[in-house]
């Protein structure tokens, strides 16, 4: 019975787990993406990039008036980071607001966005 080198096999287990943990790291940053995986694999829809749009509250229908906004999207797949602007920021005019918790969920097959402001 031949004995075991243990010395091959650390090298050989050490070479998996580098090769596949970049390969993980390709997807998760950048393989989800692709047309391929979509939507048998990855149901999130693909955001990232410049949206430009108009806020228009439900709160008060009568007195509510469009907000211009900016929203500046960069996801991977696990996250999804917001930088929103508007000329009525929080702090300043034009001052990008960044956002502290986003969850995304899925409302008749939309995507739904629920924010906290930071």
């Known amino acids: 019975m031949d004995s ?3 010395q091959k096999a650390l090298t050989h ?3 998996t787990i580098s090769i596949n943990i970049i390969l993980w790291m390709i997807f ?5 993406k692709w047309k391929v995986f979509y939507p048998w694999l990855v149901q999130t829809p693909d955001l990232s990039g410049k949206w430009k749009g108009k806020i228009i ?3 008060d ?3 509510s008036k469009p907000i211009s906004t900016e929203i500046d999207i960069k996801q991977d797949f696990f996250n999804i980071i917001l930088k929103i602007k508007t000329d009525e920021s929080l702090d300043k005019p034009g001052k990008l607001t960044h956002l502290r918790r986003m969850k995304l969920t899925r409302v008749n097959e939309l995507p739904r966005f629920d924010l906290s402001l930071g």
Do not use: P
Not at 28 to 32: E, H, K, P, S, V
């Open 28 to 32: 998760i940053f950048w393989a989800w």
């Open 4 to 6: 075991i080198d243990f």
């Open 61 to 63: 229908k009568d007195n």
């Open 57 to 59: 509250s439900n709160f």
């Open 13 to 15: 287990i050490s070479t």
